[in-house]
């Protein structure tokens, strides 16, 4: 079950259902699957995470320190307390440094609260455990590769995902890393040569394949293949009309930078909206919301929209532990903006996107991921005129990569260039 947990395995949870079969009386079994259902951010299935914690509590007499620290990561994940869960995750990481499971759980857990910092500090904490022949050691790279690109050591982070490849050729996970680290430097062509041919990297996955290609068709567009990656979009990326949220914002977030490149898209977003209107009560994670809301707004989806907006104000309020927090900061500045930029106010979204913008990590995902909303901001403010604004915006995106610059900035340059020039040439004839 860890192997396949560690690939991304949709056969996952087969595995682990096999488990609760041969040891039923297993607490960190059952405090696993409820970890496992509590982080598909969807609100329904939090009653199925919670019976799982009623029936890991239930066999605890007796337990080891490390079933008891899985036990209580589910409980703080479940009470909305994550920095909580992860700090039982590094309890059990203390006790036991090549613990594959705990440390994969707890990066995983990181990643939902943007802590690029911490994933790093994890991992490199327990690194010096994993001699050559570990089982694990070929995933654990690949996860220190992610927490390299995140924190910016990118030629660190490609050497480290090659590494991972090696040792686990079918570590998705180390093989993404690099692709991160592809688009961070505005390197879309050397991206696509590193995913070609190594598809079987990814087809084993569940529907972390679908994130895959997502990053083919980002790669796609920022070399002007717009058309290619839309077939990606048709035949990969939404090739299953799921509502899972991971799903739904590579989709969300892949179409509106086509149509922010001026792409016509057609009717995909219709599906997309149409499923998140059933998730406007999840309030699971801010990460998700936003790019429900991405969908709702595109499409004027204003009840639906109006839900959303008031749940947020009401999670915010509360700002009880983790997930509150982030509903509250970045959560309501940015759907504020996303809202407004839907309805066409292009001031108003420039300034909330602004407000939202220093705290966007908290949101969680990846770099790469929020960059959407990095977009949208930039773009809300070409369209409000604030052109002086912007350039302060692209020089420091361009910094946060390493000083590299990607044909989305450079086409935004470009465009002040041009609004520049024909002021000029407007003030010249007054």
Request: aromatic share 6%.
């Amino acid at each position: 079950m860890t192997t396949a947990f560690l690939a991304h395995g949709a056969a996952t949870p087969v595995h682990l259902g096999r488990l609760l079969e041969l040891a039923p009386d297993f607490a960190a079994a059952h405090a696993v699957k409820g970890l496992f259902y509590a982080l598909l951010g969807r609100r329904e299935l939090l009653a199925e995470a919670g019976a799982a914690l009623s029936q890991a509590d239930a066999l605890l007499q007796g337990a080891n320190p490390r079933e008891r620290g899985l036990v209580d990561a589910l409980r703080h994940v479940l009470a909305g307390n994550l920095t909580h869960a992860v700090g039982s995750l590094e309890a059990v990481l203390a006790a036991a440094p090549s613990d594959t499971l705990a440390m994969k759980l707890s990066h995983a857990l990181r990643f939902v609260l943007g802590d690029g910092t911490g994933m790093r500090h994890s991992i490199e904490a327990v690194l010096p455990h994993y001699a050559d022949d570990h089982a694990g050691r070929g995933y654990l790279l690949g996860c220190h590769a992610f927490a390299l690109e995140e924190t910016g050591e990118y030629a660190r982070a490609a050497l480290t995902g090659r590494a991972a490849l090696t040792l686990a050729p079918d570590d998705a996970w180390g093989l993404h890393a690099v692709a991160h680290v592809h688009d961070m430097t505005a390197d879309a062509k050397g991206g696509l040569d590193w995913l070609d041919g190594r598809e079987q990297a990814w087809a084993h996955c569940n529907n972390f394949r679908f994130h895959v290609w997502w990053h083919k068709a980002l790669m796609m567009l920022d070399l002007g293949r717009t058309d290619a990656a839309l077939d990606l979009y048709d035949s990969q990326i939404r090739a299953e009309k799921t509502d899972d949220y991971r799903d739904i914002s590579n989709a969300t977030s892949l179409l509106c930078r086509l149509e922010l490149d001026g792409v016509d898209v057609g009717d995909r977003w219709e599906e997309l909206a149409d499923l998140s209107e059933t998730r406007t009560e999840d309030g699971c994670l801010i990460f998700a919301d936003l790019h429900y809301l991405l969908a709702l707004s595109h499409e004027n989806r204003d009840e639906a929209v109006a839900r959303m907006m008031a749940r947020l104000s009401a999670d915010a309020e509360r700002s009880t532990n983790d997930v509150e927090m982030r509903m509250a900061v970045p959560g309501l500045n940015a759907a504020k903006g996303l809202e407004a930029f839907g309805d066409g106010d292009y001031h108003l979204a420039f300034a909330a996107l602004s407000r939202a913008r220093p705290h966007m990590q908290h949101a969680g995902g990846s770099h790469a991921q929020r960059d959407v909303f990095e977009r949208l901001t930039i773009d809300a403010g070409l369209r409000a005129g604030q052109f002086a604004n912007v350039e302060v915006l692209l020089a420091d995106r361009t910094a946060r990569r390493g000083g590299h610059e990607d044909g989305y900035a450079a086409a935004r340059r470009q465009m002040i260039a041009r609004a520049a020039a024909s002021a000029c040439r407007q003030g010249a004839t007054a």
